[in-house]
């Protein structure tokens, strides 16, 4: 065989092998057959919440679940309605919460329904309600340089959700800069370098985690302040797996 040839072969293997490992299963193989999944999104407009709540909404219907969707915190406090709840999928920006609602939430959550999120969506909603951010497990702090491009490495190679992926660059989007609940298991990771703020080179940051709070699993991703974040394989593997992992790891049934 042709040396160019072969070299070419052998890059094109080495490529194809990369291109799956990114994709994994882009939530091919999920079902969510009967779950009833509430979609809740609204805040700052600048997130495109209803762009998100659209194409998630839809990913889900197409793989089973009931799903509602609400511009509205009120919906939280329809007892009877979250009571029937497998997850709660919420986009919502900064804005604030009645008290009533954020209860709504919170025990709806502890009774052992699933909360997912990406971005700030639920790392940065809320920001005066600490029972809120004690759920989630981390509130956004800043973003250094705006919208650039980063790496995020898997951390976790062991878990459903980032099982076959590889570390990967995600292009043009917020880094989020994070407290974090030390009782998080992160999964996926980010190292901040001197570019735009020195003091914090060589910081790393949970990019992706899960963890219970009480009886309900928690999922969330920092990425997601453009939808086409989620055109990336990698980024949209981990946020379906964790809407999976999320709808049927309840601690005990309800």
Do not use: F
């Given at each position: 065989m042709n040396p160019l040839k072969s070299i070419s072969l052998t890059l094109l293997v080495i490529?194809?092998?990369?291109?799956?490992?990114?994709?994994?299963?882009?939530g091919d193989s999920i079902s969510l057959a009967n779950k009833n999944i509430l979609v809740v999104w609204g805040g700052w407009d600048g997130h495109q919440p209803d762009v998100f709540a659209k194409k998630i909404s839809?990913?889900?219907s197409s793989k089973g679940a009931h799903v509602?969707?609400?511009?509205?915190?009120?919906?939280?406090?329809?007892?009877?309605?979250?009571?029937?709840?497998?997850?709660i999928i919420q986009y919502w920006t900064m804005g604030t919460i009645t008290a009533e609602q954020s209860k709504g939430l919170i025990e709806t959550i502890k009774s052992g329904t699933g909360l997912?999120?990406?971005?700030?969506?639920?790392?940065d909603s809320f920001r005066n309600n600490?029972?809120?951010?004690y759920m989630v497990g981390g509130q956004w702090v800043t973003h250094p340089g705006g919208k650039i491009d980063y790496t995020v490495q898997i951390s976790n190679t062991?878990?459903?959700?980032?099982?076959?992926?590889?570390?990967f660059e995600i292009k043009n989007t917020e880094q989020y800069y994070m407290h974090v609940d030390p009782n998080v298991r992160v999964l996926a990771m980010t190292t901040f370098n001197a570019d735009h703020d020195n003091w914090i080179n060589g910081n790393s940051m949970p990019v992706v985690w899960k963890r219970y709070h009480d009886k309900g699993p928690v999922f969330y991703i920092s990425i997601g302040h453009n939808p086409e974040d989620f055109d990336h394989p990698a980024v949209w593997t981990?946020?379906?797996?964790?809407?999976?992992?999320?709808?049927?790891?309840?601690?005990?049934n309800k």
């Open positions: 490529l194809g092998c990369y291109v799956l490992a990114q994709s994994g299963d882009t839809e990913w889900a509602t969707v609400s511009d509205s915190l009120e919906v939280y406090t329809n007892s009877e309605l979250m009571k029937k709840q497998d997850l997912v999120g990406c971005h700030g969506g639920i790392g600490t029972d809120y951010q062991g878990d459903p959700v980032t099982e076959g992926l590889q570390d981990m946020l379906t797996r964790g809407i999976d992992w999320a709808s049927n790891s309840q601690i005990e």
